[in-house]
Nanobody, 125 residues
Framework: QLQLVESGGGLVQPGGSLRLSCMIP????????IAWFRQAPGKEREGVSC????????KYADSVKGRFTISRDKGKSTVYLQMNSLNPEDTAVYYC??????????????????WGQGSQVTVSS
């Protein structure tokens, strides 16, 4: 089972930015699709963005397109989620997840078997 170590959550004002990090030590990102999910209180966990293993192609949920950017640094075995123009509706616990795959990534929760511990993101004035 993979170990995914998240960091970077916190409290930010509306319109602000945060960057989340997900480090996956000991494994090459070329072999894994990595996704970010979030879960707000009382709501189901939803896919936010993902990045494919082999070619680094990306996908985004409609709610974050144009505001969030997923990227990776293979040398550091780390995937990032840059979140800009945050609003209170983005408040949630954010999780990174991994899937052993070299094909296109997806945002379905059941596609992923390994999960990080979760990072709280709170957008409030």
């Amino acid at each position: 089972q993979l170990q995914l170590v998240e960091s970077g959550g916190g409290l930010v004002q509306p319109g602000g930015s945060l960057r989340l990090s997900c480090m996956i030590p000991e494994f090459t990102l070329d072999l894994y699709a990595i996704a970010w999910f979030r879960q707000a209180p009382g709501k189901e966990r939803e896919g936010v963005s993902c990045i494919s293993g082999r070619d680094g192609s990306t996908k985004y949920a409609d709610s974050v397109k144009g505001r969030f950017t997923i990227s990776r640094d293979k040398g550091k075995s780390t995937v990032y989620l840059q979140m800009n123009s945050l609003n209170p509706e983005d408040t949630a616990v954010y999780y990174c997840a991994a899937q052993s795959s070299i094909g296109p990534c997806g945002l379905g929760i059941y596609e992923y078997g390994d999960w990080g511990q979760g990072s709280q993101v709170t957008v409030s004035s």
